[in-house]
């Protein structure tokens, strides 16, 4: 069936480090690929998407590129702030399916000042 | 505009008893979801519904968990005869059309603790 699998965190950066969070996928065929984040105390929002290969999701600074051939999603912040500290999932949706998430694991991730 | 919203945000139940959890999804929203997320096994859909359609349930893990959406607004998700294992975040999501390119909104989620 299909799948998600995301790096295992926690991860602890210091402030202004470059971030890069792992994600592969298993699609019987084209699906979406989405990353969700869960800031402490909070529910889960979406942080970007991206519907089709070579797509580019992109939102707070964030960007994750559809990659077909890799099958992958990885999910890129080139400074990341305090703010940013929170569980970052990574999830896909089968097309013709009726959208119900698959989801990875969840990374947690402290950012230091 | 309001968000998706959920009740009770935390319960305690004795092994056992019935429980039963609220969601008010997204005025207009036609498809809502029911995840579950426990330490052990991460984020898991539970149930699927779309405007007047019969739901998908393919996602409930036992013939003790129901759920149903009345005037395709409100839901509720009954949980009978409670097990321990059972303890976990229930969280309630809706979309616009049920579509997998869609963003789902989420809620709080309901914290179910069975002692």
């Known amino acids: 069936g299909d799948s998600v699998t995301q790096m295992e965190g926690p991860v602890t950066l210091s402030e202004e480090a470059f971030l890069t969070i792992n994600c592969t996928y298993t699609?019987?065929?084209?699906?979406?690929l989405f990353w969700y984040v869960q800031y402490p105390g909070e529910g889960l929002q979406l942080l970007l998407k991206a519907t089709k290969a070579d797509d580019k999701g992109s939102n707070k600074g964030f960007e994750a590129t559809y990659r077909k051939e890799t099958t992958s999603f990885h999910l890129e912040k080139g400074s990341v702030q305090v703010s940013d500290s929170a569980v970052y999932f990574c999830a896909l949706s089968e097309k013709g399916s009726q959208g119900n998430l698959i989801f990875g694991k969840g990374t947690k991730l402290s950012v230091k000042p | 505009g309001a968000g998706v919203s959920q009740s009770p945000s935390n319960k305690v139940t004795e092994k056992g008893k019935d429980v039963e959890l609220r969601c008010d999804p997204i005025s207009g929203h036609t498809a809502l979801y029911w995840y579950r997320q426990s330490l052990g096994q991460g984020l898991e859909f539970l149930i699927y519904?779309?405007?007047?359609?019969?739901?998908?349930k393919s996602g409930l893990p036992s013939d003790r968990f129901s759920a149903e959406r009345t005037g395709g607004s409100v839901s509720t998700l009954t949980i009978q005869r409670t097990q321990q294992e059972d303890s976990a975040v229930y969280l309630c999501a809706s979309s616009d059309e049920g579509q997998p390119q869609e963003t789902q909104y989420f809620g709080p989620g309901t914290r179910l603790l069975v002692l």
């Open positions: 519904f779309q405007g007047n359609s019969a739901p998908d």
């Open positions: 699609a019987t065929g084209y699906p979406s």
